[in-house]
C-alpha cells in the first residue's frame, strides 16, 4: 500500500470505534450497521471514512472509491443540489466489481445520499446486510430520519471530517466536473428561477436572506468555524461575522446557535 493510502488508511482505522459510537442511533433503532463518508473536493481530493474493517481493507488494498453506478449517478447531478439513490436488490448482471465485493461481504440493502456544494460534493451511505431486505421501508417512507442523522454526524463527528494533516487525503477518480452537460430547457428554468433571497417565515415576522448570508450559515451549520467558512467563499472571518450580526438582527436571536437551529427548522 502507498504511503498516502496507508496514511488515510490508518486514520479510518483510528476513529472507526468512534464512527460506530456515533452510528449506535442508526443500529438500534433503524438497523442501519453500515456507515461510509465521502467528501470528493473541487481540486482532485477524496476524503473517505467507514466504520467496517473489512471493506476498509477491502477498499484500500484495491483501491475502490467508487462504484460504476455511483459513476453513471453522479452524472445526472448538474441541477440538483441532492440525489439518494437505492441500491438494488442484487448486483447480479450490473458488472460492478465494487458492488460485487459488497454484497460478498455482506454488506447490502443500502441508500447512496449525494449532497452538492460548490467546492465539493459530499457521499453517505448506509446499508445492512443481505438478509435484511425489509430495510428500504426507510429509504422509501423515512428518508427524513437519515436526513437528519446526516446533520447529526456533521455536527458530531466534524472534528473528524476536516483533519488538517493533508496525507489523508486520496487521490479521487472523478474529474471535476463530473457531471453530463443540462439540457437547454433546464438551464432556461434555473435562469428563470434564480433565487437571489431566501424566504423565511419566524415568529410572525417575514425575513428575506440574502444569498452570501444564506452560504455562511450553510457552511456554518456544517461544523466549519467561522475562518473556515471566511476561506472557502473567500470572505474574511470579520464580514462572515457580521453576516451573523445582521441574521440575529433580522430574525431576532441573540446567539449564532439559535441561527443554527432555525436554519435546520426551516432548510434542511
Given at each position: ?17 468512534e ?246 427548522e426551516?432548510?434542511l
Amino acid at each position: 500500500m502507498q504511503e498516502k493510502l496507508l496514511s488515510a488508511f490508518n486514520y479510518s482505522q483510528s476513529i472507526r470505534f468512534e464512527l460506530e459510537t456515533l452510528n449506535k442511533p442508526l443500529v438500534d433503532n433503524l438497523g442501519v450497521s453500515f456507515l461510509a463518508y465521502r467528501r470528493f473536493n473541487k481540486n482532485g481530493d477524496l476524503f473517505y471514512i467507514f466504520n467496517n474493517h473489512s471493506w476498509m481493507e477491502h477498499s484500500f488494498n484495491n483501491e475502490c472509491w467508487t462504484s460504476v453506478n455511483f459513476q453513471k449517478r453522479i452524472k445526472s447531478f448538474p441541477s440538483k443540489k441532492s440525489l439518494n439513490f437505492v441500491w438494488p436488490t442484487t448486483p447480479e448482471g450490473l458488472n460492478d466489481p465494487n458492488y460485487n465485493a459488497l454484497y460478498d461481504l455482506k454488506i447490502w440493502n443500502g441508500i447512496t445520499m449525494l449532497r452538492k456544494h460548490e467546492e465539493y460534493i459530499e457521499s453517505f451511505a448506509f446499508c445492512s446486510d443481505d438478509l435484511t431486505t425489509d430495510i428500504t421501508d426507510l429509504y422509501v417512507n423515512h428518508i427524513d430520519l437519515l436526513e437528519r442523522y446526516i446533520s447529526f454526524f456533521k455536527y458530531k463527528a466534524s472534528h473528524l471530517l476536516y483533519p488538517p494533516d493533508k496525507n489523508l487525503l486520496i487521490k479521487s477518480p472523478l474529474n471535476w466536473p463530473c457531471f453530463d452537460e443540462p439540457s437547454d430547457k433546464i438551464k432556461n428554468f434555473i435562469d428563470q428561477t434564480e433565487v437571489k433571497k431566501h424566504f423565511l417565515a419566524h415568529k410572525g415576522s417575514n425575513v428575506f436572506i440574502a444569498k452570501q448570508e444564506m452560504k455562511c450559515l450553510a457552511l456554518f451549520c456544517e461544523g466549519r468555524k467561522i475562518k473556515e467558512v471566511a476561506n472557502a467563499l473567500n470572505l474574511s472571518p470579520r464580514t462572515v461575522e457580521s453576516y451573523f450580526n445582521n441574521l440575529k438582527k433580522k430574525i431576532d436571536v441573540h446567539t449564532i446557535s439559535a441561527l443554527v437551529e432555525i436554519y435546520k427548522e426551516n432548510f434542511l
